[in-house]
């Protein structure tokens, strides 16, 4: 199995070695030509600003789009954020998810938090979340299963179809388990 | 919900991995900074080359001015204090900056002790030129590192000096028995436990930027591939001839730090670099990266 993480800005080494560690192959994607022959895509946190920027200016919008027609793709914080629909700004967007999340929506990175998480499906109990200037979902349409919300509502993972998305960072445990979850969902598309 | 942890606070600094924090002294700046792709910008009242050339005593930023820089950007917004000085620390936590830069480029506030970090919410960088001097600060709680150079020159000589002294004395204790890494640890000044830590991972345990001197996308570049995390751009982009343009440049230069081509690309038409000083002519008592201990 061969998965992308894109590698414009942001935690993506994080995310290699968390792959490397479950024995799957991973690429850092920097330019289009390198989605050929992947299995999946992961997008990484970082700032979704930034990342939105790079790959516009480095041609990669439509290229991922039409990768994420036959392929997974799992976005964390940033990465989510680069997977909406609509974020309420003029930043560059993927639009693979049909949902409205608001950037930094629990504050500055003083209110950055850990938080045990029930993530719907995910086997072996709760799931250490880390929000760093973390964004929440608003919305989402009727095709978009949350799998996770915070005690106070907000919702922080969500599945459509072979997309994932998690306003939290699994990279930064030592907790593969969403990992795995997502690399099932790459076995069963392939 | 616990917040404020260690994980939490070294976690901020991974995202800025791959990314260009940039030195901005007006709102103004800042939305240059984040147009141009920066993951970070660090909120000053003056540019080190214009504390330098000013003189006097440099000290933390008007909180109004990072106020309004804070409000003019979604991006994260870093703040300097002076390295000792724990009220203006306490003040840029009370206004909500996102990272405090324990900082050489003010003048020190204290020539013994710095701050005690671990007693804040808000994460602290510090700089550093050598791994001893990396593991103290981390030790007092340091949640990302950086290399000092020497700020506002231009000049990348010391950036470099710093980085491959952090970068080589990790690949050098990553080869060393346990009775070595003791008595190197005593040698260098730092905690046995962080010697251990570090030699065990083979590299920082925090991020590790680059800072000081950085001012073409080629010296982004270098610092990359020498193996820093990511890089602070301070004078090198306002101080230039057309910042809007070296800012972008400099953002795809630390992402495509590997590729020849598009780093010949990027660095096309920039314009006038900053003027810079060469550092090997700056008299002892006006180099910055000797302040801290």
Redesign the interface.
């Known amino acids: 199995m061969k998965i992308g993480v894109l590698a414009l800005q942001g935690d993506f080494e994080e995310h290699c070695v968390c792959l490397k560690r479950l024995g799957v192959e991973a690429f850092e994607i920097r330019l289009p030509s390198q989605l050929q022959e992947l299995d999946g895509l992961i997008i990484p946190g970082g700032e979704s600003t930034t990342i939105g920027k790079l790959a516009t200016d480095f041609d990669l919008v439509d290229p991922i789009r039409n990768f994420a027609r036959s392929s997974p793709v799992w976005g964390t914080c940033g990465g989510l954020v680069f997977m909406a629909r609509d974020v309420g700004t003029d930043q560059p967007t993927l639009g693979l998810i049909d949902m409205v999340v608001e950037r930094n929506a629990f504050g500055r990175q003083v209110e950055s938090f850990e938080e045990d998480l029930q993530i719907t499906g995910l086997p072996g109990g709760s799931f250490r979340g880390i929000f760093i200037r973390a964004p929440r979902v608003k919305q989402v349409g009727s095709g978009v299963r949350i799998i996770c919300k915070l005690k106070d509502g907000s919702i922080v993972a969500v599945r459509q179809g072979k997309f994932l998305a998690t306003s939290f960072h699994p990279e930064l445990t030592d907790d593969d388990r969403v990992h795995h979850y997502f690399l099932d969902i790459v076995s069963q598309e392939n | 919900?616990?917040?404020?942890?260690e994980?939490?606070k070294r976690?901020?600094a991974?995202?800025?991995?791959?990314?260009v924090i940039m030195d901005v002294v007006t709102p103004e700046h800042a939305r240059i900074a984040?147009?141009?792709?920066?993951?970070?910008v660090m909120a000053l009242e003056r540019v080190p080359a214009d504390i330098r050339a000013d003189g006097g005593v440099a000290r933390m930023s008007d909180p109004g001015l990072i106020l309004e820089i804070?409000e003019s950007v979604?991006?994260?917004v870093m703040a300097k204090c002076r390295i000792g000085h724990f009220v203006e620390a306490q003040i840029l936590?009370a206004i909500?900056?996102?990272?405090i830069d324990e900082s050489e480029v003010l003048t020190p506030a204290d020539e013994q002790h710095h701050i005690d970090k671990t007693k804040f919410?808000?994460?602290f960088v510090c700089g550093c030129r050598n791994l001893g001097e990396a593991l103290r600060r981390i030790a007092e709680g340091a949640a990302m590192i950086r290399t000092k150079g020497e700020a506002g020159t231009g000049d990348v000589v010391e950036a470099v000096r710093h980085a491959r002294s952090v970068i080589g004395e990790i690949r050098r204790i990553n080869s060393m028995r346990p009775d070595e890494l003791a008595s190197y640890a005593k040698e260098i000044g730092a905690p046995l436990e962080l010697v251990i830590e570090t030699a065990q991972k083979g590299r920082m345990t925090v991020v590790n930027f680059a800072a000081g001197g950085v001012a073409t996308p080629a010296d982004a570049a270098l610092m990359m591939q020498l193996g820093v995390d990511g890089v602070f751009v301070g004078s090198g982009i306002f101080k230039s001839g057309n910042p809007a343009a070296r800012a972008?440049a400099i953002?795809?230069a630390?992402?495509?730090y590997n590729?020849p081509k598009i780093l010949a690309e990027v660095s096309k038409g920039l314009g006038e670099a900053m003027v810079g000083i060469s550092v090997t002519q700056l008299p002892e008592g006006e180099r910055l990266a000797v302040r801290g201990w």
């Open positions: 919900m616990e917040k404020a942890t994980t939490v976690g901020h991974q995202m800025l991995k791959g990314g984040e147009d141009a792709g920066a993951c970070a804070m979604t991006i994260p936590e909500g900056v996102d990272y919410k808000v994460p972008k953002v795809k630390v992402t495509h590729d």
